[in-house]
């Protein structure tokens, strides 16, 4: 299995929801990614995990909350977001940690609208 | 600093002519580099990478890059273009300060005409 699989593929919340975003792969990979990527901009870096530990927050707002329950998951939950948290959110996994040189692989993301 | 620059927000190709699609960066050191191409309303897809060795790197989809220290740059070329390879392309390099953070480029998107 060579996918890194995301869900929900749509969502749709109000400011005072609370959703989570799941990502899972099963290739094995011990680095895992979370990126925020505006329409025909190049994604911006969120979280990173490494060996299922956070090891980059890259000033995220706590409203972002991330979580790796195990090596092939990774969660990000939302609560209280801005309507400019609107986005396409990718997750990607690389082979080893955070620090090689393997390439990254991206899930097919969540388009999250924020109302 | 680390960078990248895709200095074309777009190119445009006729179907079955060669296609490229610049790239230079800006790092200390020796530089991991990426391309990565992307869909509409899809993620981002693998293409390439130069770690180290042969200049040239084939990739997926028909396409390779030229490493070219000198001047820079990582550019991504294709022999023949086709309707389908129309698509936003992202070169990014691996940031070696801060635990392999990718830096990527503007983007360049890619249009193949009939």
């Known amino acids: 299995d060579t996918e890194v699989t995301q869900t929900p593929k749509h969502l749709v919340m109000g400011m005072t929801n609370k959703k989570s975003l799941k990502c899972e792969q099963h290739?094995?990979?011990?680095?895992m990614y979370w990126y925020k990527q505006k329409a025909k901009k190049p994604p911006e870096l969120m979280f990173v995990?490494?060996?299922?530990?956070?090891?980059i927050n890259e000033s995220v707002p706590s409203r972002f909350s991330p979580e790796c329950p195990n090596s092939s998951l990774l969660n990000l939950h939302l609560h209280a977001l801005q309507p400019e948290d609107s986005a396409l959110y990718l997750c990607?996994?690389?082979?080893?940690?955070?620090?090689?040189?393997?390439?990254?692989?991206f899930g097919p993301g969540t388009r999250l609208t924020v109302l | 600093a680390q960078s990248v620059a895709q200095p074309e927000d777009q190119v445009n190709v006729a179907e079955g002519n060669p296609l490229t699609v610049k790239c230079t960066y800006s790092?200390?050191?020796?530089?991991?580099l990426f391309w990565y191409v992307q869909y509409p309303n899809r993620g981002l897809q693998f293409l390439l990478k130069?770690?180290?060795?042969?200049?040239l790197v084939k990739g997926s989809y028909g396409f390779e890059a030229e490493f070219n220290k000198s001047q820079t740059s990582f550019h991504l070329k294709k022999p023949s273009a086709l309707v389908s390879d129309s698509a936003l392309y992202f070169c990014?390099?691996?940031?070696?300060?801060?635990?392999?953070?990718?830096?990527f480029g503007q983007g360049t998107t890619l249009q193949v005409k009939p």
């Open positions: 990014a390099v691996r940031d070696w300060s801060n635990t392999g953070k990718l830096i």
């Open positions: 790092v200390s050191g020796n530089p991991y």
């Open positions: 990607a996994s690389s082979q080893d940690r955070a620090g090689g040189y393997n390439e990254q692989f």
């Open positions: 995990y490494s060996y299922e530990k956070l090891s």
């Open positions: 130069y770690i180290t060795g042969d200049n």
């Open positions: 290739m094995g990979h011990r680095a």
